[in-house]
């Protein structure tokens, strides 16, 4: 990740690892950003366009995101960047031309843009033509009305951002069963499992310990229809590569239930001695994101300057951890 800070100059903290142990550095920067006159939007955004450029990054991208805050119209960036002679208007479509059409180590660019128009901004017109321009596509573009809205909207990005560059897997283990038994899985905290909306339902092979013909509700998984057991003891575990929610979201897991199929009542029995914390293990896999937030940093977000900061650090808390 990288961070921009902007008013009339650019503040930069350079893209480097984000993860759990080095969260802290990112939103140190953050508190640290001061609050001066000044918008030089297209030119914080041009940046960091050059930085994804220029970075060195891991192979194993699957994501490349700019996410702009802005309460403002540009001020200044055509005194930082005279190539444009002083046309705003043909630096802000140079930089949507980039936005578009630049690719980091193959991959198109997502760029966000979040607007809550301060109430210096008479050009009501401008500043939704400054959020649709710095965004690569007209849902990217959000206008809001509060800082809570703001702090909503970099949650929802951080959320899809994550789920996209994570892959689940899920184990669960349970006791071998009478040949041809119906196993589900629920995800969803019912009180009978007919009731659920995501689960996993397959059949118990007792020849060779799989669950067959499984089906997926709510959700979905890799693995297929066929998965092919692990056997310790009387209990068989089961793995279930890449799941999750059929929106894209990671599958919940503090509700896992196991429940068998008797045939003879046409009703599922709970296993009550079956636990997610002793029957299954979830494993996340994370590939690498490169992610720049660009920061509006001008004198006219005033009080709201403080809240701006705290929903950038919640932004990132959300994409070094998966959670605030």
Not at 269 to 298: H, M, W, Y
């Amino acid at each position: 990740m990288g961070v921009i800070g902007f008013n009339s100059g650019l503040t930069t903290k350079p893209i480097s690892l984000l993860n759990s142990s080095t969260r802290y550095d990112f939103t140190n920067f953050v508190n640290g950003m001061t609050s001066q006159n000044g918008t030089v939007l297209y030119y914080a955004v041009d940046n960091a366009i050059d930085a994804l450029v220029a970075a060195t990054l891991p192979t194993d991208l699957v994501n490349v995101a700019i996410i702009t805050f802005t309460d403002g119209l540009d001020q200044g960036s055509h005194m930082l960047n005279q190539t444009y002679q002083g046309d705003n208007a043909a630096y802000l479509t140079a930089v949507n031309n980039r936005i578009r059409t630049v690719k980091i180590q193959g991959k198109p660019i997502s760029a966000y843009s979040i607007g809550i128009k301060g109430n210096d901004v008479s050009d009501e017109t401008q500043f939704m033509a400054n959020l649709q321009s710095l965004a690569n596509t007209a849902a990217n573009a959000t206008k809001v009305t509060s800082m809570t809205e703001v702090n909503a909207k970099f949650q929802e990005i951080a959320a899809s951002l994550y789920n996209e560059s994570s892959t689940q897997s899920i184990s669960l283990k349970i006791p071998g069963q009478a040949n041809e038994t119906k196993i589900r899985f629920t995800f969803d905290n019912v009180s009978n499992a007919a009731n659920s909306t995501i689960y996993i339902e397959g059949t118990y092979s007792f020849a060779d310990k799989s669950l067959k013909n499984v089906t997926y509700s709510g959700c979905s998984s890799s693995s297929g229809a066929t998965i092919a057991g692990t056997v310790d003891g009387i209990f068989v575990t089961y793995t279930f590569a890449d799941i999750k929610e059929t929106s894209g979201a990671a599958l919940p897991t503090d509700n896992i239930q196991q429940w068998s199929y008797i045939s003879s009542t046409s009703q599922w029995q709970i296993n009550s001695e079956f636990t997610p914390d002793g029957n299954t293990q979830t494993i996340i896999d994370r590939k690498s994101a490169v992610i720049i937030l660009v920061l509006d940093c001008s004198s006219s977000l005033g009080s709201e300057f403080s809240t701006m900061q705290s929903n950038a650090n919640a932004f990132i808390y959300t994409m070094a951890d998966g959670a605030q």
